[in-house]
């Protein structure tokens, strides 16, 4: 009964057209009073308390650097780097953006403005170039959900802070996974278009390519700059968004000097936005993963997937299911906030390793920004590149497919986490 009004509730909101964060306050009123608990003070307090957390200070910081990223030059060096080394080969551009996308998920952390930033750049190109544009834009919008998986991952704050797991571990974790994902998109890509046209762009001389890797060795600085000082102790997770920030603007103002102070207005304003919508939501989440608790709803679903308990490989297949159904309807951050409490006291009863779900958990969520009818991903590719919607889904299959072959590959075999993760983090 008690998972039935959870649910009940919170769909109901939604049906309505509550935004996700209100209806996951009306979710949390109704529990209460389903278990004759209400008190507004308790509800307030949670509320506060949701927000109140050091870890979270990450998440408007790494949204300021994606943005101070676009706007000082740093993305579209990336891109010319990756022009320079591969755009000449047949279908190259495809290729420049794979590539581009790995190099720019380990500086922003966010798969909206990765995925914006790349379309933006680069559909043009290919649609003058000849390239099939549903394709194209397809293989974009896959490339821009590596962002949540290699670190620093927005995603893997907001899940550490719910499920109480080292965002630093997370953050080691995710790089070899993220890695895996880049190259299925390539393997998918050279699979799907060799019909693609020739390049035009002129191969590269060693001159021009010295010329392109100084002129992005700055860029490239960034994520070496943040994986390194977490690996060696200097900066936490949190300092090494305020340290991606500083960096930014610092390269974007003074080194390419494409960054302007009226530029900085809109880049504050859009991290603002987006940090608060996304604050509020882990706030009101906190809410109910307090009362899903209290009303013990993780051990009745427990109870469902009891005979699984001692199959981890069995386990992990039948939570994983479970997200990509409601990542189908749900937007990234509240799958992450709602399923996170009532999923992870399963995971410590089944002995499965806290940081490889995470990994895992956050791959299928990143999944879920190419599946319809939400699809946050295709929305942005389709705005910018003013392509119907119908048009990209046929455009992502192949890549989507890619992505989901990688996530049952990491099921089965759970050391290509877990091994590269205990190495890299040195214990």
């Known amino acids: 009964m008690t998972v039935f009004i959870f649910l009940g509730s919170l769909i109901g909101a939604m049906a309505l057209g509550m935004p996700i964060a209100m209806a996951l306050l009306v979710c ?3 529990l209460m009073l389903q278990l004759g608990t209400f008190d507004s003070q308790i509800l307030a307090q949670n509320l506060i308390g949701g927000a109140d957390s050091f870890p979270l200070m990450a998440v408007p910081f790494f949204m300021l650097a994606g943005e101070l990223m676009n706007a000082g030059g740093l993305s579209r060096r990336i891109i010319a780097l990756a022009v ?13 953006a794979v590539l581009a996308a790995l ?19 680069l559909l043009p190109m290919m649609k003058q170039a000849g390239y099939n544009l549903p ?3 397809g293989l974009i919008s896959a490339g821009g959900i590596i962002a949540p998986v290699i670190p620093p991952s927005i995603g893997f704050v907001v899940f550490g802070v719910a499920a109480g797991v080292s965002i630093t571990r997370l953050f080691i974790a995710g790089i070899v996974p993220g890695i895996l994902m880049g190259l299925a998109l390539l393997i998918t890509w050279y699979i799907v278009a060799r019909d693609e046209p020739a390049a035009r762009v002129q191969r590269a001389s060693i001159r021009e390519i010295g010329h392109a890797v100084i002129d992005g060795l700055w860029a490239l600085g960034l994520p070496v700059l943040i994986i390194g000082g977490m690996k060696a102790g200097m900066f936490t997770p949190t300092e090494a968004a305020v340290v991606a920030a500083v960096y930014a603007a610092f390269v974007g103002g003074f080194i390419y000097r494409e960054l302007k102070l009226e530029d900085l207005r809109p880049a504050l304003l859009a991290a603002l936005k987006t940090s608060a919508a996304v604050m509020f939501l882990v706030a009101a989440a906190m809410v109910s993963a307090w009362l899903i608790t209290i009303a013990d709803i993780p051990a009745q679903v427990s109870s469902l997937l009891g005979p699984l308990i001692d199959n981890k490989t069995l386990l992990m297949l039948a939570m994983m299911f479970l997200v990509v159904v409601v990542g189908t309807a749900l937007d990234f951050i509240p799958t992450v ?3 996170t409490p009532v999923l992870m006291p399963i995971v410590k009863q089944a002995g499965i390793d806290p940081v490889y779900f995470g990994v895992m958990f956050i791959i299928n969520n990143a999944i879920g920004l190419l599946t319809p009818p939400v699809g946050t991903v295709l929305n942005v590719v389709c705005a910018v590149g003013r392509i119907p919607m119908d048009k990209v889904i046929r455009g992502v299959m192949p890549f989507l497919l890619a992505q989901l072959a990688v996530l049952l590959l990491l099921i089965f075999v759970p050391e290509i986490v877990t091994v590269p993760a205990r190495w890299l983090y040195g214990r």
């Open 337 to 339: 906030l709602i399923l």
């Open 103 to 121: 190099v720019m998920a380990s500086i922003s952390g966010s798969a909206v403005a990765d995925t914006a930033a790349l379309a933006a750049i």
């Open 84 to 96: 320079t080394l591969v755009g000449h080969v047949r279908g190259g551009l495809g290729y420049v």
């Open 135 to 137: 394709r194209a834009a």
């Open 28 to 30: 949390g009123v109704a």
